[in-house]
């Protein structure tokens, strides 16, 4: 078989029974906390901050209409992970559901996929949490020191990298290296600080909703639907549509859920209530916040970092004091994105080490902490030197591509075993299984083809070193080709 090589259902299943003996990864994990490990992942920068340039540029008050589509898109392949996470309990997500239903070689590109996504993405989160500190340090008329505060190097109009007279994004860095350690200290002790700061970010957003709907001006949400501008995209519903594939990114991290499967005391359960749950929980907040940013302020004013900030300042001084909570809630809320990303991105890493595809020393797990401690380091270490040394527009680039691929991915692998293992017991199963995955897999990729050409041009370069890997260590030293070969000599 080759690079298309396929693990057997029944093993993975196996190997999933063997959780809580020595040396594998701890069963601890319930519904719950599985659910806030989705909404810690999901409420981050997007709401606190790409939705109000959404608003204010595109959709205007039908946000609320962008948050709706953007939930829908988001819904047919998070059915799709239910179903294959209740089915096939690893700590692999969609890097494992890709190596059962498709082969060898289409894993390592959605593992490495996922690398880039998680990766990515935490060190956009670490230098987008650098810059709310820093706005959070101005209310209170503290100055750090600039050079310490940004990347070495900014992308210019042109998209050219200039020094920009920096030294380091110190704090980015830290707090990677902060939140490096409290994973490696246990998933429960990783559920446990997410809890916490989960119900202290969704606190901060109900405060926000149920304070600001006492200060809404109707007169902000007409007309709902701002008429088109003459140019595609700039509001009417083209305008909607825009802005829902802007605001998709603040959906984005349900699928880190996935990944602690198999930590989970009863997957088959928790993981389809955790991944769904989350999904369900975060469009109702998202809808409530967009409807009560946009009656709070003109949608046009809302074109800023801060929007929830700006928002309020039309109230007046009756909610002055929710500005400086808002701000830090912003800081804390991200926290918890960066140690849900962190957590993920360590069981894609133990789960390409198990398969043979990455040094099995990356995947093995401490004894005493039940974590696998070395891929948390590096990846924590990795996201602390991209957080210290590359400005935000060119992390961020790479994370909704490389979520758009896995989603595809897990929408083709339900459709691929739908039809090659039709009775595989399916704790959960996607309704309208055709359809949903159909639709799904449609809908991905043709957000993925209206990205960038740069995006794509990084993307490829990302997986053109994977490739490298791939064939020069992960091909000859994968369990599926050992497995093969002690078949052939035998």
Not at 307 to 332: E, T
Request: a positive charge; proline letters at 6%.
């Amino acid at each position: 078989m080759g690079i298309w090589s396929k693990l057997a259902v029944e093993d993975v299943r196996g190997e999933s029974l063997q959780a809580d003996s020595p040396g594998s990864l701890h069963r601890s994990l319930g519904a719950t906390s599985l659910a806030a490990f989705g909404v810690g992942a999901i409420v981050g920068a997007g709401i606190f901050a790409v939705t109000g340039t959404a608003a204010a540029e595109y959709a205007g008050p039908a946000i609320v209409l962008s948050f709706i589509i953007a939930a829908a898109v988001c819904l047919c392949p998070a059915l799709c992970y239910a179903e294959l996470a209740a089915m096939i309990p690893v700590s692999g997500g969609a890097y494992s559901y890709a190596y059962i239903a498709l082969g060898e070689l289409p894993a390592w590109v959605v593992g490495w996929s996922l690398v880039c996504e998680f990766l990515f993405a935490a060190a956009t989160i670490s230098v987008s949490w650098s810059a709310y500190l820093v706005a959070v340090l101005k209310m209170a008329s503290i100055d750090a020191p600039r050079i310490f505060l940004s990347a070495p190097v900014t992308l210019d109009a042109s998209r050219h990298l200039h020094l920009s007279g920096a030294i380091v994004n110190l704090p980015a860095t830290l707090m990677a290296l902060v939140i490096g350690a409290i994973v490696l200290r246990g998933s429960r002790a990783s559920a446990t600080v997410n809890n916490v700061i989960v119900a202290i970010k969704l606190a901060v957003l109900v405060a926000f909703i149920g304070f600001g709907a006492f200060y809404v001006r109707p007169d902000n949400w007409t007309p709902f639907i701002p008429p088109n501008l003459g140019s595609l995209g700039h509001f009417g519903w083209s305008g909607i549509l825009r802005a829902a594939g802007v605001i998709f990114f603040s959906f984005l991290g349900f699928d880190c859920v996935s990944t602690a499967a198999r930590e989970a005391r009863n997957p088959s359960r928790d993981t389809p209530l955790g991944l769904l749950g989350s999904l369900v929980a975060c469009t109702v907040l998202y809808i409530a916040v967009a409807f009560v940013l946009t009656g709070l302020s003109p949608y046009r004013a809302l074109g800023v970092a801060d929007p929830l900030i700006a928002a309020l300042q039309f109230a007046g001084p009756a909610l002055s004091f929710l500005r400086p909570l808002v701000g830090i809630g912003a800081v804390i809320g991200l926290t918890s994105v960066m140690l849900v990303l962190l957590f993920a991105l360590s069981r894609i890493f133990h789960s390409m080490a198990r398969d043979g595809l990455l040094p099995m020393s990356i995947g093995r797990v401490h004894p005493a902490t039940a974590v696998p401690s070395v891929g948390i380091a590096i990846a924590a270490l990795a996201t602390a030197i991209l957080g210290a040394l590359l400005p935000i527009e060119l992390l961020s680039e790479l994370i909704s591509i490389g979520t758009l691929f896995a989603f595809l991915a897990v929408c083709v692998s339900v459709l691929v075993l739908r039809r090659s293992q039709p009775a595989l017991p399916r704790p959960f199963s996607v309704p309208c299984a055709p359809v949903v995955a159909s639709l799904g897999a449609i809908a991905c990729a043709y957000l993925m083809v209206s990205l960038p050409f740069d995006t794509w041009l990084r993307f490829l370069g990302w997986m053109l070193v994977g490739l490298v890997i791939y064939w020069g260590y992960g091909h000859r030293r994968s369990v599926a080709t050992a497995c093969r070969v002690g078949a052939k000599n035998d």
